[in-house]
């Protein structure tokens, strides 16, 4: 069976120092493990990622153009490993974070996310939750990465609300880990990979 991990955060949370620290783990332990991101992660999807982030999209489209480019991943996965571990650099609870701005889109988020098989939901699902004076003093020394960075870190109360919110809410056995991101990498780490084997995925 597929088993999933996603990471999820702000930009500069933390999470890709978070991916590459638990990259660098599975390979000195030898464990088989695929990395990939959203959205995008394959060769056609990351064309698509380059005009998505960068677009002006409504908020609507943007919701069922991330779940498109994810319907489409999640496929390609179900048909190449049958019994890999993946480890998602974001997944849908991005869309519900970012694109969930009132209850009318929130409500077509988790009808969506419903129509996700449940082999394909993460097994375990890392918030790095950071602070908003962390947040901004990581944001000073380094530049935006795209279009969407820019616009969604003025917008820290309400995605870091809807964060909360998914904390609460149940989507098949999943565990959604909230993590105190404000701390150093190293000991983040340790905590990762101690959820990790209490849920046995190594
Ligand atoms: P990326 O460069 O991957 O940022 P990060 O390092 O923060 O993951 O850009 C992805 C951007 O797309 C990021 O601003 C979050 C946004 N996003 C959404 O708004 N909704 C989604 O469903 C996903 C997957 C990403």
């Known amino acids: 069976m597929t088993k999933i991990i996603s990471f999820e955060g702000f930009e500069y949370s933390g999470k890709s120092?978070?991916?590459d620290?638990?990259?660098?783990?599975?390979?000195?332990?030898?464990i088989k493990s695929e990395f990939t991101r959203e959205p995008g992660g394959i060769k056609d999807l990351e064309k698509i990622r380059e005009v998505i982030v960068n677009s002006s999209f409504s908020n609507k489209s943007l919701i069922l153009f991330f779940f498109?480019?994810?319907?489409?991943?999640?496929?390609?996965i179900e048909l190449l490993?049958?019994?890999?571990?993946?480890?998602?650099?974001?997944?849908?609870d991005s869309t519900y974070a970012y694109q969930g701005k009132n209850a009318e889109d929130k409500k077509i988020i988790k009808n969506l996310i419903s129509l996700i098989d449940k082999k394909s939901?993460?097994?375990?699902?890392f918030y790095l939750d950071i602070n908003k004076n962390s947040l901004f003093e990581r944001k000073k020394s380094r530049s935006f990465q795209n279009k969407f960075d820019?616009?969604?870190l003025n917008q820290y109360e309400r995605i870091k609300k809807n964060y909360n919110e998914l904390t609460k809410?149940?989507?098949g056995n999943r565990k959604f880990i909230?993590?105190?991101?404000?701390?150093?990498?190293?000991?983040?780490?340790?905590?990762?990979?101690?959820?990790i084997k209490k849920c046995k995925l190594i």
């Open 17 to 19: 120092t978070q991916i």
């Open 21 to 30: 620290l638990l990259k660098k783990y599975f390979k000195k332990n030898k």
């Open 68 to 76: 498109a480019s994810r319907f489409e991943l999640i496929s390609k």
């Open 81 to 92: 490993n049958q019994n890999k571990l993946y480890v998602f650099d974001r997944y849908f």
């Open 121 to 125: 939901i993460p097994k375990i699902t």
């Open 150 to 152: 820019q616009i969604y």
């Open 169 to 171: 809410l149940k989507i």
């Open 178 to 195: 909230k993590i105190n991101a404000n701390r150093d990498p190293d000991i983040i780490h340790q905590e990762v990979i101690f959820h």
